[in-house]
């Protein structure tokens, strides 16, 4: 809920942003006169300050979507990986019809841990992912 969320908002935020440039624009006297050129100067910092803080917001935001993109890449190695290791009795039958078992062992060993490399990797992943997202998650309420 909290992306579609945040896209609303920016959606709505950037609509009020360019139909008020569009009128400042508009009433802003081309050139201004300089005795009241400073009178006019809040008013285009409000654009600018406003326009800045939007696109700081949009930049988390993709920031976000990446970290997702990334996290679901490693979650779908990570479940390729464990429909391997379901298989595993498989390749330990062939590994044992063409080695020795004591040669066997430590390969099978290696492929386990790296079992647990791409795990631990999908995690952190996921764990990046909320901590990139943790301010656009609505706070916890009492």
Do not use: C
């Not at 139909?19 to 006297?29: I, T, V």
């Not at 290791?85 to 790296?114: K, M």
């Amino acid at each position: 809920m909290t992306l579609p969320d945040q896209t609303w908002q920016i959606a709505s935020k950037l609509k009020r942003l360019s139909e008020l440039r569009a009128d400042h624009r508009r009433l802003m006297p081309r050139p201004a006169p300089a005795r009241i050129a400073d009178a006019f100067a809040p008013y285009t910092a409000a654009l600018e300050t406003a326009e800045r803080s939007l696109d700081a917001r949009i930049r988390t935001l993709e920031e976000y979507a990446g970290q997702v993109r990334r996290a679901d890449d490693v979650y779908r190695a990570h479940r390729r990986l464990q429909e391997l290791a379901e298989q595993a009795p498989r390749y330990e039958a062939l590994v044992a019809e063409t080695t020795e078992d004591a040669l066997a062992a430590p390969g099978l060993g290696q492929l386990t841990e790296q079992a647990r490399q791409v795990e631990r990797l999908f995690q952190e992943s996921i764990d990046e992912a909320r901590l990139t997202a943790r301010h656009l998650l609505p706070a916890a309420g009492p």
